[in-house]
């Protein structure tokens, strides 16, 4: 296994868990329980694709394709979902206090930004996107 | 196994997926969710919940995304067994020059360009209805005909990239789009007056619970007839098919019951607007943009897949080639030189013809060929390559085609369904019948070449 490959295998899921798990402890400070019920919601793709992807290596086979593929796809819920909260924060009806606006930005950003620089460099290594 | 074929067409459009090539099954599940989750779905929700109670149309959105999703594991899964689309397996049972006939009409004419052009108007009309909800006026660019164009660009572009392209779409936008849905809805329903007024709301124009049975599995079936143009890229035979069944029965009601639960509420139906209305600007964008966009490059996807198995041009030049077409149409009709109901009209009637091939494809793969030919290995049930013989018409299977299309309408039930039993029947009937009385029913011979036309 090539060593950014095995750098993305050691880090990917706990750099999901951990921005997902502050996504949700920011989402409970939101000041309307309808905000901090959406922002949960979405908190919770990045932690169980976290967990789910722990599972995934523990058994995968250990190929090069085979991990790649279970990175790719945990990369994929960070753009997405980092993407996720970046659609849902401007809006006046799930609108929160800035503080956790600017928190839960934050967060995202970083969640979609790592995200995309995961598949940009595994992309680069030869794997598929979309596996 | 056959040997290989040279993929001359690209998307291995007439050949077989290389087994390097396959995919997970969570990448066919995102796939097919991105064909499905679209507007058209959503105001289908909406027609439910102007004739039935929120239980009834629950119960209805599940039954017949349940029909659907067992006749869809099924069609998915020949897709896995052979690794060939919808219209390249048809070569067995319709015979190679039927499979081009039944290809072209029903999916290639149907789909990539009928449907296309369809859904880029419908998409430029409800952007521009979006546009102007947000920006209280609406610039060029967003109005109804510009939209179409732009839209029906973009839905060109990610289709000729073939399964990579719509695959790459999909993983990003199928969470995005359920996020948007989830949050938009719940704004709608809740303003609209909430889940418990929902649950004791009466429907404006009561329906009767069969009709709504119908609505439910006639609105998709044509997609669940044509499950193998994704599941041949599945890596074990039966992930297509679970792929698609989890998506329809786990989505499809979900996506129904936004759309029904706010006409319960209010006589609207349209989500996207409600959530503009209610200030979730970005999210109404996206809903509308990235649903249209993940269900109608689909569209083009199987319509230059079946053309494909017809003409001899490459898949990408032929997705291309429908993409101007239909843009043009939509944007043309966006402006008014004509309307859609003619072409609805049409296209509705030749969707009778589709499940159908469904019922064909079924009775031929899981029965006539193990059960009367003898061959027990699904894997091997197919051959397909350079040299491989086909007839040139199997007589059986398209007269069981176009008379299960033309009959299913008089017979009383679930009309979608009634095709693909009677085409299933019909088949068995024809073919079995003409093979225990010695009689030909396949006419003439095709011989698959090193391209695999």
């Given amino acids: 296994m090539t060593a950014s490959l095995e750098a993305f295998k050691k880090h990917v899921h706990i750099v999901t868990l951990v921005l997902g798990v502050v996504a949700l402890v920011v989402a409970q400070m939101a000041d309307t329980s309808r905000a901090a019920g959406l922002y949960t919601a979405i908190s919770l793709g990045p932690i169980a694709a976290g967990l789910i992807t722990i599972y995934r290596h523990k058994v995968s086979s250990g190929t090069d394709k085979s991990v790649a593929k279970i990175v790719v796809e945990c990369a994929w819920v960070d753009l997405s979902f980092g993407l996720g909260f970046l659609m849902m924060l401007p809006s006046s009806y799930y609108a929160v206090q800035s503080p956790v606006s600017v928190l839960l930005g934050i967060d995202a950003v970083v969640m979609a930004v790592y995200g995309l620089y995961v598949l940009i460099n595994l992309n680069k290594m030869g794997f598929s996107l979309t596996p | ?248 029965v786990l989505l499809q009601p979900v996506l129904m019951l936004a759309g029904g639960t706010l006409t319960l509420l209010t006589p609207a139906s349209d989500v996207a607007q409600a959530m503009a209305h209610l200030g979730i600007g970005l999210g109404a964008l996206v809903l509308i943009i990235f649903g249209q966009w993940t269900t109608n490059d689909n569209n083009l996807y199987n319509g230059a897949l079946a053309f494909a198995n017809t003409f001899r041009v490459k898949k990408a030049t032929m997705t291309i080639i429908m993409g101007f077409i239909g843009a043009v149409l939509a944007s043309m009709t966006a402006a008014g030189f004509f309307g859609t109901d003619p072409f609805i009209n049409f296209l509705t009637q030749l969707g009778r013809f589709l499940p159908p091939i469904a019922g064909v494809l079924l009775a031929d793969f899981y029965v006539f060929k193990p059960y009367k030919l003898g061959k027990k290995n699904a894997d091997e049930r197919y051959t397909f390559g350079p040299g491989t013989r086909y007839s040139r018409y199997n007589v059986a299977g398209m007269a069981a085609w176009i008379l299960a299309g033309l009959l299913a309408p008089s017979i009383p039930g679930i009309v979608a369904l009634n095709s693909v039993l009677l085409g299933f029947v019909l088949y068995l009937v024809l073919a079995w019948g003409a093979s225990a009385m010695n009689l030909k029913y396949e006419v003439g011979t095709w011989i698959e070449g090193e391209d695999g036309f």
């Fill in chain 2, 1 to 248: 196994m056959s040997n290989r074929s040279h993929d001359s067409y690209g998307d291995y459009a007439v050949v077989q997926v290389p087994k390097d090539q396959l995919k997970s099954a969570f990448g066919l599940f995102l796939v097919y969710t991105g064909v499905l989750i679209c507007i058209a779905v959503i105001w289908g929700g909406g027609a439910l919940g102007n004739g039935l109670t929120f239980y009834d149309m629950m119960k209805a959105s599940v039954l017949g995304s349940l029909i659907l999703g067992i006749i869809g594991f099924f069609t998915a899964k020949i897709g896995g067994h052979t690794r060939a689309s919808t219209y390249v397996i048809l070569r067995h049972s319709f015979g190679r020059v039927g499979s081009m006939w039944a290809g072209a009409a029903v999916s290639g004419i149907a789909c990539g360009i009928g449907w296309f052009f369809i859904q880029a108007w419908l998409f430029g009309t409800v952007f521009s209805t979006i546009a102007k909800e947000l920006w209280g006026s609406v610039p060029f660019w967003a109005s109804a005909p510009a939209a179409s164009l732009w839209g029906a660009v973009l839905m060109t572009l990610s289709a000729a990239f073939g399964y990579k392209g719509i695959a790459f779409l999909s993983y990003l936008a199928v969470p995005l789009f359920l996020i948007a849905l989830g949050g938009g809805s719940y704004a709608a329903i809740t303003e609209a007056g909430g889940f418990a007024a929902a649950l004791v709301a009466q429907p404006a124009n009561p329906m009767p619970f069969a009709g709504a049975v119908t609505a439910v599995v006639g609105m998709y079936i044509a997609g669940a007839t044509i499950t193998s143009d994704i599941s041949r890229y599945s890596e074990k035979p039966n992930d297509g098919g679970w792929a698609w069944f989890w998506q329809v």
